[in-house]
């Protein structure tokens, strides 16, 4: 079945260096790739996403490549401040599904200032 | 403007009890879904909902029935609970399908003695 990997599961950083967390994923027709934060206690929010027509996304301090030919794509943060310091999924869509997602299984990143 | 908003956020039952989560939504979103998330595995699947009165099963549906009588809200039900079942439950909605940003609760966590 589908799969989206993502690594690494832990990264641990200084403050004001960059952090890169990347994923892979099997299914070919996936067209629509999202990323969400998760803070301690709460649900994931979205930060940034990328469809397939497109290379490369930036907003701000995050960024995000896709790479579709090798299947994988991955998140850029630069200047990480401790608030960055969260649980990062990446998600792939299903093709074929209504839009449904399948995600990684997160990356804990660790700020320290 | 609440969100999406889930209750109970926490609950413990013991094997073979049965509860109901709720989850409502008050942006109007069309699409709503039920996620389980246990440590190491990212978020999964649970059953969707692309509208009023429609039901869908995702990737791990087996002991969990929903509901969406109302577009407001999705109910997530566990009829004969299972320690398998220990888990943090978010629920989560959607303006459309494809492309569309998930709008998560805050989660509910359950526990099964």
């Not at chain 1, 907003?59 to 991955?74: C, E, G, P």
Request: aromatic share 10%; net charge positive; charged share 20%.
């Amino acid at each position: 079945g589908e799969n989206v990997e993502q690594h690494p599961s832990t990264l641990s950083v200084q403050e004001g260096d960059s952090a890169v967390i990347k994923c892979t994923y099997s299914d070919s027709a996936s067209n629509y790739f999202p990323w969400y934060k998760q803070e301690l206690g709460k649900g994931p929010q979205l930060i940034i996403d990328i469809r397939s027509n497109v290379g490369e996304k930036k907003d701000q301090r995050i960024a995000v490549t896709l790479n579709k030919t090798a299947k994988h794509f991955s998140l850029h943060i630069t200047e990480t401040q401790p608030e960055d310091s969260a649980v990062y999924f990446c998600a792939a869509s299903i093709g074929g599904s209504q839009g449904n997602l399948i995600f990684g299984k997160g990356t804990k990143l660790s700020v320290k200032p | 403007n609440a969100g999406v908003t889930q209750t109970p956020k926490f609950r413990v039952l013991k094997t073979g009890q049965s509860m109901t989560l709720l989850c409502a939504q008050d942006m109007n979103h069309e699409y709503m879904y039920w996620y389980r998330q246990d440590p190491g595995m990212g978020l999964r699947l649970i059953h969707y909902s692309v509208g009023e009165g429609t039901t869908a099963k995702g990737e791990v549906p087996d002991g969990y029935n929903v509901s969406r009588l109302k577009k407001q809200n999705f109910l997530l039900g566990l009829e004969s609970a299972a320690p398998s079942q220990t888990s943090v439950y978010f629920c989560a909605s959607s303006y459309f399908g494809l492309g569309s940003p998930l709008h998560f609760g805050n989660g509910t966590r359950l526990t099964v003695t």
